[in-house]
């Protein structure tokens, strides 16, 4: 640690108050010192104090004003973040305790992709809840996109699904569980359903059903229907909402994109029928993100045990 970073460190640890930090994103948020003042109900000439006690402690500027407001410097985003962080960990410590003092045995919040909503996260919480059937589990839906910020901001625990690529991993932890192969589905008496070697010009009439455009599997496949423009979708459903992706397909000739294990539980039920069409973009890996620098409760270190287990039999 540097000489001016030991020093900063100390300031904080000595002179940082949660109020403080409370300001600066409610600043943030608002646009207006006056408005997070008021918000907070402080005066505007003691909450631009505030602020500026904070940069001379942290010897950066913090917000510039513009005509629209002010808005943070590259320093204060940084110092917000790590605010809100703050903030979360103490609301998990305050949830974590109340769900304790009710006899409940800790508490795990779950982002999850489509990949491990079918059966990979539904067999881990099974099993983790047989262990500790008291646990309080909280799954939340999305993509990369959305989980992962909420991950580094503490929101979440932990994120599960299909493992993001390089621009989600700084400051995060993963453990690639099983690789999976990407398929294309449709219902149970389709046209294209039972036929062999489907092309796309054969799948070039119906409508699909696609993950959002900022998913990595999203663009390897635009890269595909690119160098095919006369084939290209020309209708599209964008949802990783797996209920939805059911009911989708069960009542329209739409094509599916979808992991393979979600596949199978689906063609198992006879529901649906996977094409004889390799989709373009290889297998990938599924597993389990975290956040690097935080101590994992026990109750989140048991959760990422039980998803090994149930990973390492899927991946068999």
Same mark, same amino acid.
């Given at each position: 640690m540097s000489h001016k970073q030991a020093r900063i460190v100390e #300031? =904080?640890?000595t002179r940082l108050k949660l109020k403080q930090l409370r300001l600066l994103v409610a600043v943030a948020d608002r646009g207006s010192i006056l408005h997070a003042a008021r918000d907070m109900n402080l005066s505007q000439p003691a909450a631009t104090k505030m602020i500026k006690d904070l940069e001379t402690d942290f010897e950066v500027q913090l917000f510039t004003r513009t005509n629209r407001g002010v808005v943070p410097t590259v320093y &204060? %985003?940084?110092l917000i973040r790590h605010g809100k962080l703050v903030f979360a960990q103490i609301s998990h410590a305050a949830q974590e305790l109340d769900d304790l003092t009710e006899g409940n045995a800790g508490r795990v919040v779950v982002g999850t992709l489509l990949a491990a909503s079918a059966r990979l996260l539904p067999l881990a919480? %099974? &099993?983790v809840l047989k262990e500790r059937p008291n646990l309080v589990i909280k799954v939340v839906e999305g993509t990369n996109e959305v989980l992962m910020p909420g991950l580094r901001a503490g929101e979440l625990d932990l994120v599960v699904g299909r493992l993001p690529t390089h621009r989600h991993r700084s400051d995060l932890d993963q453990m690639r569980l099983y690789d999976e192969e990407i398929v294309a589905c449709v219902r149970a008496g389709h046209p294209l359903a039972g036929r062999s070697r489907v092309s796309l010009a054969d799948m070039a009439g119906f409508g699909w059903i696609l993950p959002p455009a900022e998913t990595t599997l999203r663009r390897q496949l635009d890269q595909h229907f690119a160098s095919r423009p006369e084939v290209s979708p020309k209708r599209v459903v964008e949802s990783v909402s797996y209920l939805t992706n059911r009911a989708l397909m069960a009542q329209s000739d739409l094509i599916s994109v979808m992991p393979g294990q979600v596949a199978a539980v689906e063609i198992a039920g006879g529901a649906s029928a996977r094409l004889d069409w390799?989709?373009?973009v290889g297998t990938g890996p599924v &597993?389990?993100?975290? #956040? #690097? =620098? %935080?101590g994992l409760s026990p109750a989140a270190r048991a959760f990422i045990r039980v998803l090994s287990e149930v990973g390492t039999g899927i991946g068999a």
């Open positions: #300031r =904080a640890l &204060g %985003d940084t919480i %099974d &099993g390799a989709v373009p &597993g389990v993100s975290f #956040r #690097r =620098a %935080d």
